[in-house]
């Protein structure tokens, strides 16, 4: 009987696992709120368009039926009814493709359309009556996201009854293998009335010409507004592959106000509106597109293939219900000479590198990238050579820089001629007095520093070689060198970055309001690091210590974007930022890596578009990790903070593959030790510079390698005196993998028999009989519980056998099949593209009681761990 008891349970168990697998409306609706992984090459597997998410909220599912274009710029229309009579609107996008085979896709509103095919070719065009753009995508942008209390109106009495899907295919080479396309997109509709209902403004140039090899051509677009006010929170830009930089402006009463600016080769997203700007009547709504006739043998004209050019500015607006508008066109330029007063940034272009370029266009032009592909190729060969070896650092014991007299040590970088420069604090200490609750610096009747605060040194034998940097700063903290030798850092009470000349006892750039905390693209709170790209000339600023971003400029430093946001509760995601603290930039892999102190980990970021491509993290590195550097070749060094109490991971530097992330070496000080490692450099024959703020003081590591070489060179010591020290240095660095040498190998083995020898055979006999006395223990008590609590009855027996089938059938973690954390875990996930138009809380300050927003670099104990 317990047997066939036994024997339909286990059925039972199966059954309801194969009918989890088959994926319920809302969950199949899960899956597209809780990823954006693209769904280009992929149909749902079910023909059901329509997934009710409760009483008044469905989805709508558009997409393309398994077509093959046929021939380049082809471009394809589909349409699905509404499916309800009544009034409904739209309040959520999520688009399922991808630029390998879409060039772009526009969704339109209309009440009949053009074909009743299942789809058809859009030069039939879209809509018989009236059509109105919903949304627009391009080149794997991030999901659009309307503000709270926003909807498009669709269906009722004034609404569009039908969607028309529009899909233009670029470059057909994709479906050289024949597959079936299904991208699309997922509307999120609601029958609750929104307060105030979304439309779109699009302006377009129609009438631009670009001559052959002209180096700047501007399109100019401007319309008086004359209507009810509107609101203005999302824009998009597009063009083709001439297109340098897109720009549109509120010009009201002879001022220009910013709307959006961008890179149209860029991935093309509704980018949120930085500042809040609202449209009244009479104010002018201007755009301009700078393009570029380089390259051109021909002129090139507005049109819709990929050789033709567009010059399009899209405007995500709001308005009050009772005045709404859901669709307005600008195709004029109706005050030309105003555009003499456009502001310059409109016609600066933004850099963008030439492997993002040939990624981001869909269509059949190719592009030239041999020269990014060999560099690639030659960067992983380093790695390779690099990492084949059994690499190791320690202390250069004789370097007589760890005797300097130095303030509280904020930041390292090597110059162009390799000579180590050092950013420290002087007489001025960052302590718990330094800011009150807003982040106001509170001690500036000190006074600016009155010492030199950057120092360069020779790296042999750490001899001043020039200083600079009196009475500039009041807190210093980040420090990078560009390739041309300027001086870039930060100052945490100032909240302001700076370039200086080498030479040059002022500024040569500045960026921030001095002492003025912030949050929007003028002002920073607390920056922490620079960085500079050496091929663009783009810089990137961590900011910081009360703000969650990483910020872009031109080289000029004008404002080009950020990415970021503020850690939630529970789990750090990717692109959550505790005090992003360093920056490391990596152009062998097109990579902005960051060290995400108070999270304990290491995010990197693609350059161009900011998206998170992975994440560094391991439980040596502890609660926190300060500061990260990447040297050509592949390796990445890293040092962490002290553990909290309770804690043993030691303080200690990283040696990481960085392809890989795994850790090669740490390392540790032979004189003195580590209080707080704030930074670390490193240069290309892997010396290694460690700089801390508590200790005051700036350690150098070498290769062990090199030190055997001058060892050998300055006293002729003999190879086996030189292995016998290599042996010293290996206990004292706590390497992880072990030496692939096969004579190490020997030589670790042969040691660790002379160990084992002086061990007493008494000690190794009762180490060995103790576990065989302690599974006859486990056995008997086994036996005895056996007896003593199941008895003669079975029926507990199967209770446990039926618990243990469980198990199995569920796997290791329990709880079912989950495919929420199943996409979750899936490479490329990301949360981050959900949130890119959220309005709540992104400008806004942190709690004043979050003690983790001051760098306590004073001297006062950390706080104790939370309980769990």
Known sequence: MAGLINNLLILFLVFQNICLGFRSPLSVFKRYKDTTRSLSSECLGSDQTVISLGLSDFALDIRMPGVTPKQSDTYLCMSVPLPVDDEAYV??????????????????GCNEPSSTENYWDCDEGTCKDKSNILYAWARNAPPTRLPKGVGFRVGGETGGRFFVLQVHYGDISAFRDKHK??????????????PLIAGMYLMMSVNTVIPPGEKVVDADIACHYKRFPMHLFAYRVHTHRLGKVVSGYRVRNGQWTLIGRQSPQLPQAFYPVERPVDISYDDILAARCVFSGEGRTTETHIGGTANDEMCNFYIMYYMEAKHAVSYMTCTQNANPEMFRNIPQEANIPIPVKSDMLKMTHG?????????KSSLLQQAKKEEEEILGQDFHIEEAVEWPGLDLKLGQVSGLALDPEHNLVIFHRGDHVWDENSFDSKFVYQQRGLGPIEQNTILVLNPSNAKLLHSMGKSLFYLPHGLSIDKNGNYWVTDVALHQVFKLGADDKEPLLILGVALQPGSDRNHFCQPTDVAVDPITGSIYVSDGYCNSRIIQFSPNGLYVMQWGEETSSGRARPGQFHIPHSLALIPDFNQLCVADRENGRIQCFRLETGEFLREIKHKSFGRELFAVSYVPGGLLFAVNGMPYPGETEP???????????????????????????????ASEDKTVYVGDVLARAVWKFVSTEKMEHRSVKKAGIEVQEIKESEAIVEARLKSKPESTDPVKKQEKQHSVQQASTGVPFVLITTLLIIPVVVLLAILVFIRWRKTTVYGADGEHKLDSSSGRILGRLRGKGGGGLNLGNFFASHKGYSRKGFDRLSTEGSDQEKDEDDGTDSEEECSAPPPAPSSS
Do not use: W, Y
């Open 91 to 108: 309040v959520d996008f999520k688009p399922h493709a991808s630029m390998d085979t879409v060039h772009h896709m526009l969704l339109f």
């Open 181 to 194: 396309d299904c991208s699309g997109v997922t509307l999120h509709l609601t029958h609750q009335k929104q």
């Open 363 to 371: 269509h059949h032009e190719e592009t030239k990238d041999t020269d």
């Open 651 to 681: 303080v200690q530097g990283f040696v990481m593959n960085f392809s890989t992330g795994e850790i090669i070496s740490t390392f540790i000080p032979l004189r003195k030790s580590f209080e707080m490692p704030h930074d670390v450099v």
